[in-house]
Structures are given as structure tokens and as C-alpha cells.
């Protein structure tokens, strides 16, 4: 399968694009704020409650007609299994209508097609908040069945939250949600092992080899059952001035003991018996992998560094988030650590397999996938979201769409530019940006609804470097897809200047005028004092030429979204330490 990105409603694409039964591995982390007030979510829209506190919560979900037509949907739907059509009607009794409900509303939908499309063998994680896990298992449970949970997994997502000198009133809250389920009797489980703690190292690993030098700890070598040639005594020697450690003596009569050393036959502790035949003991003996207590009792030596650490648990500690200078850090809003997806996939998925994303924001899961050998889809409602992700496969891997994979959704032809314009003009705006990699000014990077505030006339930015010292330069873009006219270039010239702006560029979807070209060339040059040339102060793009392959002019590259780190291939990744 080629991989694929696709723009648009998750919903939508699902049922139009995605086969059942032909995903291995769905992670989800659907958009919602751990920030937020818990008790705004629950707020009545009949319009008695002030608007002002639902509006951070409003660009992801908003209980409306389209809520309303959806919970309709899958109560009516011959398709809706019986008990999920029960438990979405009880949690609207119960909840009523509100953002909680139009976000488990929105959240059934997807879950009953990510249900239809996942294999028999595949599993799903959902990741959220506290603030909504306990409705959402009650959803998947529905949809899974009981049977399908297996894990409710806890991901410190932060440190120590100090809001006690706020005057909160609760204790801090710094741990995410995960949920692991399971569609069918049998599913995909690589095990996995993480680094033992420092303690339990002190504790358990006291000694230390004599000829190699490795910590190890002396495992006991005697069972409870029988089980063959397991009731024999375990000749041992030693001086008798008791200078050396107990070792091993394999010849079978006591009789006539060397002088200067005593001799001992060890049996196994009371009503117990020897785990292993004699000849294994004699391997384990010859491999200097017995230890001697003083008593004499042989054990077998277990090196830490031969173990493989704790079999995976359900409280993830161990995985940092993404700190404020970390080099993995892109700055999307909502960016989780590549660690973390590369244990999921690690654990329940193989290479060759198909992993789903459907709220794929920045790339995590993709990145992690594409790393582990897996075969991948993701989906996201934002033209900004599938540009980073774009622009994060080929720094990390080198890979480029249409060579190495397919994006779906995304305007293609002059026709497809106008259809989205008309659609969403915000949309069109980041849509265009991406198309020069200019960073999106004045609107959100994480916001699902492509809602922006103020912009001053800067719709897009690229920050450039262009002499000795090293002092940052931008360059200013400004997006039209309606009328044009030359107006339009005098307040970007104004714009340019208030700005302290190098370069201003004019995207727009429909042809400029001769005044408006007149206006651009009037504006003059930059010049360049690394590459001593010139660059039109003011230049005019239009979306067919961008579509042919035409690039802004300006000195050198620029680096307007921070760049992934190169990735090496993975090598025997599923056998290392998380």
C-alpha cells in the first residue's frame, strides 16, 4: 500500500476512502484542551449562559445542527448497533446538550467507522484528558464491547504544576488517558521492557562478578516440584582455612579429600528440588555461572546487563513531553513525544502494517510509523497540518509526496483552488502559504475550524538570514482569493514599510491588473549584501503559477518552520529499552 495523507473530515474520509477490515493499528488523539474549565464543557446553549465562556471551546466542539444531525444519525442508522444507540440517547439525557455531549457525539461517530475499518486482529489507543475518559469508555465500550479493553494506560504529560499559590483548590493535574482495545480474540502484542529503577538495581543487583566485573543478582535454583533428575546433591569444595569461595566438585567420592580443603554435598532446600538435571548444572558450573552463598547453596548468576528490563506496566513515567527547547519540538500546539508513538506502534503493531491516524496534527504518529517500517494513513482537517507534515517527512526521512506517498484533498488544478476558496477562504489562505512554506501569521496552528484574529495585513511570514551578523529579515506575504486591484499592492508597500520588512510577497487566486504590476515595480529592489544581487521589493504570484512550480525570489533558503531532526534507520528497535 502507498501511503497517504488526506485533507478533510476524518468522518467523511473514512467512509469514502478507507476499506473495512484493512487497518492493523489506529492511535487517535482527538483535539481537546486539558486546560480548559471542566465545568464551561457542560454549560446550557440555550442561550441563558454567557457565550464569552464557550468560546475557547467552540473551534473543536460546539453542540449545533450538525451535532444534532449526527446524533440523529446513529440513532436511526439500521447500521447502529443497538446498545450504542442506547448509550448515546442515555448520555444525552444525562449529560444534555452541550459541548461535552456534541464532543462524544462527534467522537461515536468516528470510533463506530474507525470500529469498521480496523481487522479483526487490530488494536486501537485513544488518547485524551481525565476530563472526558470516563464518558469515552463507555463509548468504546459499546463499540468494542467489554471485552475489547485491555489497557487504560496513564502518561505523565507534565511536571508538578505549582497553581496552589493561584489558590487552587485541587491538586495538580499533569497525566493524560490512554485506552488500548481490541477488536477480536487474538491481536498484534510485541513485548515490551523499560529501564529498571535505580533502586530496585541497588537492591537487587549487589553483586559484582570477579572476572568480568558485571552487576548481578543470585537467582534461586530450586523448584517445588519435581521434575526428573532434580533430587541429587551438588558436590561443592573449598579451603579449609576458607580463603576462597565455595566451587563446584564433580568427582564422585569423598574419600580421600585433597588435604587443605573441605568438601560438602549441598542438597536443595527442604521439600524442595533442584530446577535443573545435573548436566545442566554442570554447563552452568563450567560458564562460571554459579554464585555460592556462604552456606554453601549454589545460585545461578542473573547479569543486569543481559536482562531486559520491566515488562511494559501501565504507568508511563518513563517518556518525557516535549520541553519548550527540545530539539523535536516543531511547535504545534499539541505535539506528543515521538517516544510515546513508538511504543504503541512497537508494541501492537509489525512491520508492513497499516496505522492509522485520524487526527494526525503535526505528524507524530506518521514520523513514528515511518521510522518502525509500517505502512501509514493520516487524515486532518487543516491545510497547515498536512503542510508541516509534508514538510517533516522530508527533513526526517528525505521523502517527498507523489515519489513516496499520495496526499489526497489537496487543490490540485486552478478549479481546486477556486472550490476551496469558496469553501473556506481561511483554509485557502494556509493552503497557499504551504505552497511557499510561509509560516500562517494571526491564526491558530492547532485550531480545527481554521478561525484567525487580527492580522495587520500579514497573512503569511518567512524569516530569512542575509548578512555577517547573522540578524533575522523577513519577508511579509499577504493571500487574496477574491478581486484584486491595485490598492491592494499599495497597502502591502505600507505594509512592508511598517513593518521593517525586507521582501513582500502577493499571492492571489485571480490574475493581477496592469496597475497592479505597475504598483509592484514601482516599489523598487532589495539587495542582498551576501548574495549582492537583487530581489523585486514586491512580487506578484498568482495560484496557476504556484501550481506550474513557481517559487518566491528571495537570498539564500529560509527556515520558516523549525526543522525535523534527520532520522537513521531503526535497527532491532522492538528488542531495545524505552
Not at 298 to 318: A, F, H, S, T
Not at 346 to 374: M, W, Y
Not at 393 to 417: C, H, M, R, T
Request: proline letters at 4%; hydrophobic letters at 35%.
Amino acid at each position: 500500500m502507498k501511503n497517504r495523507l488526506y485533507y478533510g473530515d476524518n468522518l467523511k474520509i473514512l467512509q469514502e476512502y478507507i476499506k473495512p477490515e484493512s487497518v492493523d493499528l489506529i492511535y487517535l488523539d482527538p483535539p481537546f484542551n486539558s486546560n480548559r474549565s471542566y465545568n464551561v464543557l457542560f454549560k446550557d446553549e440555550s442561550g441563558r449562559d454567557s457565550e464569552a465562556q464557550l468560546t475557547a471551546f467552540e473551534d473543536t466542539w460546539h453542540w449545533d445542527m450538525a451535532a444534532a444531525e449526527i446524533y440523529k444519525e446513529i440513532v436511526t442508522s439500521t447500521s447502529t448497533p443497538t446498545n450504542v444507540k442506547m448509550m448515546i440517547g442515555a448520555l444525552r439525557e444525562f449529560i444534555g446538550t452541550n459541548p461535552m455531549m456534541a464532543y462524544l457525539v462527534m467522537m461515536t461517530a468516528r470510533l463506530i467507522e474507525l470500529h469498521r475499518v480496523l481487522k479483526p486482529t487490530g488494536s486501537l489507543y485513544l488518547h485524551c484528558d481525565p476530563t472526558a475518559s470516563h464518558y469515552l469508555k463507555i463509548v468504546l465500550d459499546s463499540i468494542f464491547g467489554m471485552q475489547g479493553f485491555r489497557n487504560e494506560f496513564v502518561w505523565k504529560r507534565s511536571s508538578a504544576h505549582s497553581d496552589t499559590k493561584q489558590g487552587s483548590q485541587q491538586a495538580g493535574r499533569i497525566h493524560d488517558i490512554i485506552f488500548f482495545y481490541t477488536k477480536g480474540k487474538t491481536w498484534a502484542w510485541n513485548p515490551i521492557y523499560t529501564k529498571y529503577d535505580e533502586s530496585y538495581i541497588k537492591q537487587n543487583y549487589r553483586h559484582i562478578d570477579k572476572t568480568t566485573g558485571k552487576k548481578f543478582r543470585a537467582d534461586n535454583l530450586t523448584a517445588a516440584k519435581p521434575g526428573g533428575d532434580t533430587s541429587y546433591e551438588w558436590r561443592i569444595k573449598r579451603k579449609t582455612d576458607r580463603t576462597a569461595d565455595w566451587e563446584a566438585d564433580l568427582t564422585k567420592e569423598y574419600s580421600s579429600p585433597q588435604e587443605g580443603w573441605e568438601y560438602k554435598g549441598i542438597p536443595p532446600y527442604k521439600k524442595r528440588f533442584w530446577a535443573y538435571s545435573q548436566d545442566k548444572m554442570r554447563e552452568f558450573s563450567d560458564k562460571n555461572l554459579l554464585y555460592y552463598s556462604d552456606s554453601g547453596m549454589p545460585n545461578y548468576k542473573r547479569y543486569l546487563d543481559e536482562m531486559p528490563g520491566v515488562p511494559l506496566q501501565d504507568l508511563w513515567i518513563d517518556i518525557s513531553p516535549i520541553s519548550a527547547l527540545a530539539a523535536e519540538r516543531l511547535g504545534y500546539p499539541t505535539q506528543k513525544p515521538v517516544a510515546l508513538l513508538e511504543r504503541i506502534l512497537a508494541a501492537s503493531s509489525n512491520e508492513g502494517d497499516i496505522v492509522l491516524d485520524p487526527f494526525c496534527g503535526c505528524g507524530t504518529t506518521i514520523h513514528a510509523a515511518q521510522k518502525l517500517k509500517r505502512s501509514w494513513i493520516g487524515i486532518d482537517i487543516t491545510h497547515l497540518a498536512i503542510a508541516l507534515q509534508k514538510y517533516r517527512l522530508k527533513d526526517a526521512f528525505g521523502i517527498v509526496e507523489k515519489e513516496d506517498y499520495d496526499v489526497v484533498g489537496e487543490p490540485e488544478s486552478l478549479a481546486d483552488a477556486r472550490q476551496l476558496a469558496s469553501d473556506d477562504r481561511y483554509q485557502f489562505q494556509w493552503w497557499a502559504l504551504s505552497l511557499i512554506q510561509a509560516q500562517p501569521a494571526g491564526g491558530e496552528a492547532g485550531s480545527r475550524q481554521g478561525k484567525k484574529g487580527k492580522d495587520k495585513g500579514i497573512d503569511g511570514i518567512i524569516t530569512f538570514i542575509d548578512d555577517a551578523k547573522g540578524k533575522p529579515k523577513r519577508l511579509i506575504v499577504q493571500v487574496k482569493s477574491g478581486k484584486v486591484k491595485s490598492g491592494d499592492i499599495r497597502d502591502l508597500v505600507g505594509t512592508i514599510e511598517r513593518e521593517n520588512a525586507a521582501i513582500g510577497v502577493f499571492i492571489t487566486l485571480e490574475n493581477p491588473t496592469k496597475d497592479m504590476k505597475t504598483e509592484a515595480a514601482s516599489a523598487g529592489f532589495y539587495h542582498s549584501p551576501d548574495w549582492n544581487r537583487d530581489y523585486p521589493k514586491i512580487q506578484i504570484i498568482t495560484i496557476e503559477e504556484l501550481l506550474s512550480g513557481a517559487a518566491v525570489q528571495m537570498p539564500g533558503k529560509s527556515q520558516t518552520y523549525k526543522k525535523a531532526q534527520r532520522e537513521r534507520e531503526s535497527i532491532g528497535f522492538q528488542k531495545k529499552l524505552f
